[in-house]
């Protein structure tokens, strides 16, 4: 069972503050990491990709990977009211000869005005 | 850009009606994905099309299946639809299984 844990929240910023999301991972092999956001009601979107150790950015977003650790996190600098969302982690996996995404269950961050 | 399309919106049926999901994508990709969404459970995936003449099962499939009709729609069906498949339907689609998936709007199901 691959399994990708994130905790579920509400984590609860103040405006222009550093939010920072984790999650971890049980596959050793995954080589591809993915953060989405989803606003309530909405499909998920993707805001990062990230597929080799250490940091990507991204305007306000930053990715962090750590395949040794197995853990993988976002952070959201000067955060928005607009970044009020569940963020979801998501790991690729191989299995029956092709590759899927397995999805943590969330983060839901609050931004504080 | 339409990307990736699912209709309809929003659906309800009595237990034991049947119904089809569709979804199409026009973004060339190749592998095509159903997943269903409640609370607290995140995202589960149904199942999913590799390629263009393939399917396979995912985490939850039972009393669905699935139609990969051409490489742009892969379609789910309910024969016998059941309270506990009252859920939010997504599509997703991805040029490859380890790259990124881009979603459709959803279909908001219930299921009386």
């Known amino acids: 069972q691959k399994e990708v844990e994130q905790n579920s929240g509400p984590l609860s910023v103040p405006e222009g503050a550093i939010a920072s999301l984790n999650c971890t991972y049980s596959?050793?092999?995954?080589?591809?990491f993915f953060w989405y956001r989803q606003y309530s009601g909405k499909s998920p979107e993707l805001i990062m990709s990230?597929?080799?150790?250490g940091d990507k950015e991204d305007g306000r977003f930053t990715a962090q990977l750590n395949k040794a650790s197995q853990y993988v996190s976002l952070l959201i600098r000067d955060s928005q009211p607009s970044d009020s969302a569940t963020y979801l982690c998501?790991?690729?996996?191989?299995?029956?000869?092709?590759?899927?995404?397995?999805f943590g269950k969330g983060t839901k961050l609050s931004v504080i005005p | 850009n339409a990307g990736v399309t699912q209709t309809p919106k929003f659906q309800v049926l009595k237990t034991g009606q049947s119904m089809t999901l569709q979804c199409a994508q026009d973004?060339?990709?190749?592998?095509m994905y159903w997943y269903r969404q409640d609370p607290g459970m995140g995202l589960r995936l149904i199942y999913y099309?590799?390629?263009?003449?393939?399917?396979d099962k995912g985490e939850v499939p039972n009393g669905y299946n699935v139609s990969r009709l051409n490489k742009r729609e892969f379609s789910l069906r309910l024969e016998s639809a059941a309270p506990s498949q009252t859920s939010v339907y997504f599509c997703?689609?991805?040029?490859?299984?380890?790259?990124?998936?881009?979603f459709g709007d959803g279909t908001r199901l219930s299921i009386l």
């Open positions: 099309s590799a390629s263009e003449g393939t399917t």
């Open positions: 997703a689609s991805s040029s490859a299984g380890n790259q990124p998936q881009h």
């Open positions: 973004m060339n990709h190749n592998s």
């Open positions: 990230i597929y080799s150790n």
């Open positions: 998501a790991v690729s996996y191989s299995g029956a000869g092709s590759y899927q995404l397995t």
């Open positions: 596959d050793r092999g995954s080589q591809s």
